[in-house]
């Protein structure tokens, strides 16, 4: 079921990253094991380039969704989120970048969830629905 009434934007409280390094500006929806959130691509961001998101963008925003599942979990039980790093990547398949002013949604699947290690399936769609990429990842939370 999700817990997400109406898309959240100020997200900042739920992740560990700090602008200018935020990759996540809108958490769509929440389940225990399912996360979708958006991004608008601005020309202030850091992984901005030649008019397009780059691939190391749209990679730390696919790692940075999943920290907003994590964050958005801790604060449900009123508890301080945690720091965490990508320990994997696996399976990238980047179709297409994003451009200026495009918003796009990162849904994260979490397969498995073990003493602080999650592993997850992640896809990212243009505002079209278009898949713009695709890719496994293990994320860990530092202790």
Do not use: C, W
Request: a neutral charge.
């Amino acid at each position: 079921m999700n817990l997400i009434k109406k898309p959240i934007k100020d997200i900042r409280s739920l992740i560990p990253q700090k602008d200018p390094f935020v990759m996540v500006d809108t958490l769509l929806s929440f389940t225990e094991n399912t996360i979708t959130a958006g991004l608008t691509v601005l020309e202030n961001n850091i992984f901005f380039n030649n008019g397009i998101l780059v691939e190391s963008g749209l990679i730390e925003n696919m790692a940075q969704t999943v920290a907003l599942h994590t964050g958005y979990d801790y604060f449900l039980k009123n508890e301080q989120a945690p720091t965490g790093y990508i320990g994997s990547i696996k399976k990238i398949k980047i179709k297409a970048l994003p451009k200026l002013g495009e918003v796009i949604i990162t849904k994260v699947k979490i397969l498995q969830e073990f003493m602080g290690v999650t592993m997850v399936e992640i896809e990212v769609f243009d505002a079209q629905n278009n898949q713009i990429a695709v890719g496994n990842m293990k994320t860990v939370i530092a202790k």
